[in-house]
């Protein structure tokens, strides 16, 4: 089995980019398929990323998921950042029928 | 609209029994692959498992720590996806979450596409 690891918590001012990591601990990133989650306060978590970088339909392109296979990690981008950004992130992959969340990341829009 | 609302969430002591349900709109839920995932209070997602459609076999596959203990089953004709969760036990208090899988790769789901509502499951004596 393996581990992902985010960080706690990342902050920035409106109209910042911020990237949230996602490292997984043994395994390669790029050999299963990474998907990223929103929970805003109070709601249910809602997919933002699958396939490692493609977006559902209706989630904004100020969102964007990549791999890196150097550092073994996912991220996660948000550009352009806005006050309804505010939310916990969370990553998630697979080794066979293993699926792994992430911690989760607190995102704050100072 | 897509749409899944759970229901059947409560207290329960340890030990007990509960059974969730899960009632589907907005797509065609007999061709669909589902799950469950889970969040205890202040903490991350927890998957617990998916079931097939029917017609890629109807089979189930459960997390480590939900297998022997809970039961995913569902109903075409209802529309409806369940949890029967027992032996229930203080660690299990939780939001639970049932999903709609568009996409997966080998038996693993890639794209987790809506989640429900949540049902609340409180185990406590």
């Known amino acids: 089995n393996f581990v992902l690891t985010q960080p706690h918590s990342v902050s920035d001012s409106p109209g910042k980019t911020v990237t949230i990591s996602c490292t997984r601990s043994s395994g390669s990133i790029a050999s299963n398929f990474v998907q990223w989650f929103q929970q805003r306060p109070g709601s249910s978590p809602a997919t933002l990323i699958y396939e490692d970088n493609q977006r559902p339909s209706g989630v904004p392109d100020r969102f964007s998921g990549s791999i890196d296979s150097s550092s073994n990690s996912a991220s996660l981008t948000i550009s352009g950042l806005k006050t309804e950004d505010e939310a916990d992130y969370y990553c998630q992959s697979y080794d066979g029928t293993n699926l792994v969340f992430g911690p989760g990341t607190k995102v704050t829009v100072l | 609209e897509v749409q899944l609302v759970e229901s059947g969430g409560g207290l329960v002591k340890p030990g007990g029994s509960l059974r969730l349900s899960c009632a589907a709109s907005?797509?065609?839920?007999?061709?669909?692959?589902m799950g469950w995932v889970r969040q205890a209070p202040g903490k991350g997602l927890d998957w617990i498992g998916r079931?097939?459609?029917?017609?890629?076999?109807?089979?189930?596959d459960y997390a480590a720590p939900a297998k022997g203990r809970f039961s995913i089953s569902r109903d075409d004709s209802k529309n409806t996806l369940y949890l029967q969760m027992n032996s229930l036990q203080t660690e299990d208090t939780a939001v639970y979450y049932c999903?709609?899988?568009?996409?997966?790769?080998?038996?693993?789901?890639?794209?987790?596409?809506?989640w429900g509502t949540g049902a609340t499951v409180t185990v406590s004596s």
């Open positions: 999903i709609t899988i568009l996409l997966w790769f080998g038996e693993a789901p890639i794209y987790m596409a809506v």
């Open positions: 079931i097939k459609s029917k017609t890629n076999g109807g089979t189930t």
């Open positions: 907005g797509f065609t839920f007999s061709d669909a692959w």
